[in-house]
């Protein structure tokens, strides 16, 4: 089975920030990769799919990237709204699987 | 707009069976796979299980496979999770997740608020 593996597992950056997290797979993935966010007690929010497409009404300042087995998600001048646990999916007709989660707080 | 509504999370004990439900609304039913996914408390997301849009394709996640059933009835919009001989590690919120369109491998981009499942003698 395919893990997903992000890093780091916690992130402490300031409003204004741009900080880049981490998440690789065991084995080539192509691009089928998602990107979710999760602030405390909501539902997990669908930010970037096919590694790099911006899902429709997410900010501009939330990017992906990569292909293969690495993988980052960007997010260019923090805001205060973007404090959370953000997680990284592989999705396949076989098993999707999720990364850890990487929890972003505020310095 | 587009919505998800969870139902049927109890607390059972081990050994039991629950069936949740899923409620869809404002989209076309039948036109997306589905997935259910938990999330143990304070833990990560692990996907359960997923459909594709006519019930004819479903996965399961290894730690449940042989014990719970997921299915559709697109006639009431609805998605399902039968569960049996839970255990322990079963307890977590479920979610369940719309796919992106049709088929079982897509992003999810609509969720539900969740049913809470918790299983304790």
């Known amino acids: 089975d395919i893990q997903m593996t992000q890093s780091p597992s916690t992130l402490s950056a300031s409003v204004g920030d741009r900080v880049t997290i981490t998440c690789r797979a065991s084995?080539?993935?192509?691009?089928?990769l998602a990107w979710y966010q999760q602030k405390p007690g909501k539902v997990p929010k669908l930010l970037i799919y096919a590694a790099s497409t911006l899902q429709s009404g997410v900010p501009s300042r939330f990017s992906g990237s990569g292909s293969g087995t690495e993988f980052t998600l960007t997010i260019n001048s923090l805001q205060p709204d973007d404090f959370a646990t953000y997680y990284c999916?592989?999705?396949?007709?076989?098993?999707?699987?999720f990364g850890q989660g990487t929890k972003l707080e505020i310095k | 707009e587009e919505q998800l509504v969870e139902s049927g999370g109890n607390v059972v004990r081990p050994g039991g069976s629950l069936r949740l439900s899923c409620a869809a609304s404002g989209f076309i039913f039948d036109d997306y796979g589905m997935s259910w996914v938990r999330q143990a408390p304070g833990k990560g997301l692990e996907w359960v299980s997923n459909?594709?849009?006519?019930?004819?394709?479903?996965r399961y996640a290894d730690s449940v496979k042989a014990r719970v059933t997921i299915s559709r009835d697109n006639a009431k919009n609805s998605l399902y999770l039968q569960m049996n001989n839970l255990e322990a590690e079963d307890t977590a919120l479920y979610y369940c997740a719309r796919h992106r369109n049709s088929g079982s491998s897509e992003a999810f981009d609509v969720w539900g608020q969740g049913t809470m499942v918790i299983v304790t003698s």
């Open positions: 459909i594709n849009w006519n019930g004819g394709i479903t």
């Open positions: 084995q080539s993935i192509t691009t089928w």
């Open positions: 999916q592989h999705y396949s007709t076989y098993s999707p699987v």
